[in-house]
């Protein structure tokens, strides 16, 4: 059989002083630290075979992509289905104890976590990711892509293969910044998932994230 692999990344280290919560907002770019991890992520699959770079279209996921498409020569493919998810919170400091999650006027945003209420339903995410990675498994049939999406795309569309409930504790998010969630396919089958911290590990709600 054909062995192809996907690796989904999240994103690198975001400069944002202020904290919020910035989801699909632009001009949000990656922090020096981000541009170190993205550095970090491209040395190590240097060696890879590499042939083609997908990535969302925020600046954050395009600055992490331009150093793994440099090390290989390619052009980095836009995708808008690896986005971030929607959430109505955008733009604000939802952190515990001074966030807009202590305003009355909020709660009604929260009354359903299994969907959720407060953004993008969790299964057409994972529908979505499902779709971005099948495409790119099909474009580097043979040979290894990379994704650069967001940790909760990247962490909904891994519960998603591995048959787990959608919905899910945010603080247990297995998915550091600039991490790799590697999917392993024999021609079409997914055989396996290997997940990797190559830039180290990093607090799942850090508002740099």
């Not at 996921?61 to 980095?76: C, D, R």
């Not at 994972?126 to 043979?142: Q, T, V």
């Amino acid at each position: 059989m054909e062995r192809t692999i996907v690796h989904m990344m999240r994103h690198g280290e975001v400069h944002n002083p202020d904290g919020i919560l910035y989801g699909r907002l632009p001009n949000f770019r990656l922090s020096e630290n981000g541009v170190a991890q993205a550095r970090t992520v491209a040395d190590v699959l240097a060696g890879h075979d590499i042939t083609h770079v997908f990535a969302s279209p925020l600046q954050r996921a395009q600055e992490t992509a331009t150093p793994i498409a440099a090390e290989h020569g390619l052009t980095i493919e836009t995708d808008d289905r690896l986005i971030e998810a929607e959430n109505v919170f955008e733009g604000l400091r939802i952190s515990v104890g001074d966030g807009a999650l202590r305003r009355p006027r909020h709660w009604a945003k929260l009354r359903d976590p299994f969907t959720p209420s407060w953004g993008e339903p969790y299964i057409q995410l994972a529908h979505r990711m499902l779709a971005a990675a099948n495409r790119a498994r099909e474009a580097a049939a043979g040979h290894e892509a990379v994704c650069v999406s967001h940790q909760l795309p990247v962490y909904t569309l891994r519960r998603f293969l591995e048959g787990q409930r959608l919905w899910h504790d945010p603080r247990s998010r297995q998915c550091a910044l600039a991490s790799l969630t590697s999917l392993m396919f024999d021609g079409d089958a997914l055989v396996d998932i290997v997940y990797s911290e190559p830039a180290g590990s990093s607090d799942p709600l850090a508002t740099g994230a």
